[in-house]
């Protein structure tokens, strides 16, 4: 079962050994920097993906701080080891990561990858994202709505 738990002290080095795949590096930011920026922006929370008692991914979200919106959100970090790709576990860390942005009052939710990341448009499709355009570094900036609750 995949699970998302806080980035602590006791497994951030792990997470930092995460391989990526070789045809991926580029299209993602590493670990550490991940992890080092968070302790310059506070309102960043870093979300350690488990298969089982297994680290396998890293997930990384905040609210948008400019101007500050506390109902737009940004997934801004997904990686999975190496090991561990195409066995649904982006999606499910995904899933819980929504639920959790939802649980917070988010209304829209958004996420970007490069061109040329095929598996990520196809994962952010399936998750039900639309493309709205492009970032200044030209990427693919996507967005999903949440029906309001209750």
């Not at 299209?27 to 396998?56: C, M, P, Q, W």
């Not at 952010?124 to 999903?144: A, C, R, V």
């Amino acid at each position: 079962m995949v699970t998302l738990r806080d980035l602590t002290r006791d497994n951030w080095v792990e997470c930092v050994r995460l391989p990526l795949d070789e045809n991926q590096q580029g299209n993602l930011a590493s670990n550490v920097e991940t992890i080092a920026e968070s302790k310059f922006e506070e309102h960043h929370r870093l979300r350690a993906i488990y298969l089982g008692d297994r680290l396998v991914g890293l997930l990384a979200y905040t609210h948008e701080d400019d101007p500050t919106d506390e109902e737009l959100f940004w997934i801004f970090r997904l990686m999975i080891d190496k090991n561990y790709q195409r066995q649904g576990i982006g999606m499910a860390a995904m899933q819980l990561a929504i639920a959790e942005i939802a649980e917070l009052g988010a209304s829209r939710i958004r996420t970007m990858h490069k061109p040329t990341n095929l598996a990520a448009a196809s994962l952010y499709k399936n998750l039900g994202f639309s493309e709205i355009g492009f970032l200044d570094d030209g990427d693919i900036l996507l967005e999903m709505r949440l029906s309001p609750c209750g």
